[in-house]
């Protein structure tokens, strides 16, 4: 399989106004998978509630008490309880999206294009790699996480929310705080809230992607030489994945405290 | 196209370098902490890979560019 193949996913999409809009199947169907796990996953957890958890309850409720913590530690008081479910809803999707793309791999091979998928023909291009590759390889499941649109999205309505937060609270203040400290500070105000959003998708999403790419290319090898690699990069990439999910979750509760937390 | 394997494979380095560097000053700084106060060794651990993903994050995202670079992706 070509690895340039792999990042190949099938599409629909319609023209508005000439400029074309695509959504990625595939991203859009392992997010609503990742949203009936996380359902799947809390409702098994409330189920038969019991005053000493045990089982599943019991790592639920370490996790909920985990990212209230996180929450704590930017907010305070009342502020912070409307935070709760927040962050517990952020940081279990964020994790188990992660872990997605590294149970298994779907690739399906294609001979005939399917215009409604945007699945094309083979190429003129895919041939100079080897004799037999005659066929198109498009993958049917990813991490929704390792799609850019994805992160980049969920970064940019945190911004909006802290922003709308911060506005509600008090639009003087909100104002005033770009020139906090000096007047002339706010163009540097002005890089810090568009580097903010920007960072804060690119850095879930390059981990992952990166995560990925390096799993496709270890499977390539023979297994003698790249197993080890392999399994030591897998259990790693599972480290990885909850560290980028606690870091999401702490950075969103940053920057909306940076708006909504002062006296 | 052969300077943007080129770039790619430069990008690459580069990350590898820079993140390399930062890494080590946060995890040389974490086993400083540990070896004058085992005691705090849990929240430092945490600390520590919090520190590690920040650090990380412009390297990563390089990393992602050049491997999208090398690949013809982009």
């Given amino acids: 399989m070509n690895l340039r193949q792999m990042e ?4 629909i999409g319609f023209e508005l106004a000439g400029i074309p809009i695509q959504f990625d199947v595939t991203v859009m169907f392992t997010t609503i998978v990742t949203c009936a796990l996380v359902l799947i996953l809390a409702i098994a957890a409330a189920r038969r509630r019991s005053l000493v958890p045990k089982g599943l309850q019991n790592a639920v409720e370490m996790l909920i008490e985990f990212t209230q913590g ?10 912070a309880e409307r935070f709760y479910g927040f962050a517990f809803t ?62 980049i999205s969920m ?27 000096y007047w002339w500070m706010f163009p540097i105000h002005l890089v810090d809230e568009v580097a903010k959003p ?5 850095r879930l999403w390059a981990n992952i992607f990166a995560g990925e790419i390096l799993i496709m290319v270890l499977l390539r090898g023979s297994w003698y030489l790249t197993g080890a690699p392999l399994i030591v990069w897998l259990a790693y990439s599972v480290l990885v994945g909850l560290i980028q999910a606690y870091v999401f979750t702490v950075l969103a509760m940053v920057y909306m405290a940076q708006k909504i937390a002062y006296d | 196209m052969d300077l943007n394997i080129l770039a790619g494979a430069l990008l ?19 086993l400083d902490g540990v070896v004058r106060q085992p005691e705090v060794q849990r ?9 590690i993903a920040l650090v990380e994050a412009l ?3 390089a990393v992602a560019f050049g491997i999208m670079l090398v690949l013809g992706i982009i």
Wanted: net charge neutral; charged share 15%.
């Fill in chain 2, 12 to 30: 690459l380095a580069f990350a590898a370098i820079t993140g390399g560097i930062g890494n080590a000053l946060v995890f040389s700084r974490y």
């Fill in chain 1, 8 to 11: 190949k996913t099938p599409k």
């Fill in chain 2, 59 to 61: 390297p990563i995202i």
């Fill in chain 1, 198 to 202: 920007v960072t804060h998708g690119m």
């Fill in chain 1, 90 to 151: 952020l940081f279990l999707f964020i994790f188990i999206a992660n872990q997605l793309g590294l149970m298994f791999n779907v690739v399906a091979e294609y001979h005939d294009p399917i215009p409604s998928l945007h699945i094309e023909a083979v190429h003129e291009e895919g041939h100079e790699a080897g004799g037999g590759e005659e066929h198109n390889a498009y993958a049917w499941w990813k991490s929704p996480t390792a799609d850019i649109n994805v992160t």
């Fill in chain 2, 43 to 51: 929240t430092l651990f945490a600390q520590t890979f919090i520190g």
């Fill in chain 1, 70 to 79: 996180i929450v704590r530690s930017n907010l305070e008081g009342k502020t």
């Fill in chain 1, 155 to 181: 970064a940019l309505a945190i911004t909006l929310v802290a922003h709308f937060l911060g506005i509600r609270k008090s639009a003087k203040h909100y104002v005033s705080h770009y020139f906090q400290p």
